[in-house]
């Protein structure tokens, strides 16, 4: 397995545990955070409304610095950021997908960045939170990509219904999803790759993505891609910091699919 520095130039150094915005957050983490994914100060309908007032209509790249102007000079935001949503950018760029599934929308930075990254997309975002759901559908409606995303609430892990609703509902069948990217509750990274696995949407070539794998940290998933290193997925680390600062570290695992 190598290892890559992921670096954006020009990249802002921030100290996010001064701002009180941050500070509020990681007071809420257990009550709020973890269990609605929202903060429970209203910064993410505040971002959505940020976007619509600042952000150029039908301009999903105009969309993304506005949500990182929001994320720096307003409220932390928890999504993948500017720096790590390079390292996002070149995976899907490499991937070339036709069909594309998130795990965790929060507000559709990523699935905006992925949308621009893959113009021949179709993203299917899966969002446990309804109210997260809304925001990031007006956001994508806002920059021109409401018809390339699809927004699902509900969870891979809630007893079928969901994943039951991809085969039905979405079209999903074996080999038929080009890249995932895992960015939801850390515990449930590896039992949904599982589940995606079980259910052969995967084929030789697809590529998996997956966020704050060192912070706050997915050691089962990433203890199982060593595992399987070289046998069913190959897998590059990039040694990086957590959203929109450089004071604490983080690591974005891209993994290939081998068969």
């Not at 954006?8 to 990681?26: I, N, T």
């Not at 991937?95 to 930075?109: D, F, M, S, V």
């Not at 920059?143 to 969870?155: I, M, N, W």
Request: charged share 25%.
């Amino acid at each position: 397995m190598t290892e890559e520095a992921a670096r954006a130039p020009g990249w802002k150094r921030k100290a996010p545990f001064l701002r009180w915005s941050f500070l509020r957050m990681a007071v809420t983490m257990k009550r709020q955070l973890l269990v609605h994914w929202q903060a429970g100060d209203g910064r993410e309908e505040k971002a959505a409304r940020y976007v619509l007032a600042n952000a150029r209509p039908g301009d999903p790249a105009d969309a993304i610095r506005a949500i990182d102007r929001f994320a720096y000079n307003k409220a932390f935001l928890i999504n993948v950021g500017d720096e790590k949503g390079q390292i996002l950018d070149r995976a899907v760029q490499r991937a070339a997908p036709k069909r594309i599934l998130e795990l965790g929308t929060y507000c559709g930075y990523s699935a905006l960045r992925m949308a621009l990254a893959a113009p021949e997309a179709h993203i299917f975002s899966i969002e446990l939170n309804p109210a997260n759901a809304d925001i990031a559908r007006r956001i994508f409606a806002h920059a021109g990509v409401a018809s390339r995303v699809t927004v699902v609430v509900g969870t891979l892990g809630d007893g079928g219904a969901t994943l039951r609703a991809l085969r039905d509902q979405h079209g999903f069948q074996p080999g038929s999803v080009d890249l995932v990217f895992v960015d939801h509750a850390k515990e449930a990274y590896l039992p949904d790759l599982q589940r995606i696995e079980a259910e052969g949407w995967l084929h030789p070539g697809s590529i998996v993505v997956a966020d704050n794998v060192r912070f706050p940290g997915a050691p089962d998933y990433h203890a199982y891609l060593k595992q399987k290193e070289g046998q069913s997925w190959r897998s590059t680390e990039y040694q990086t910091f957590a959203e929109y600062q450089t004071a604490i570290k983080d690591l974005v695992v891209v993994s290939e699919r081998l068969v």
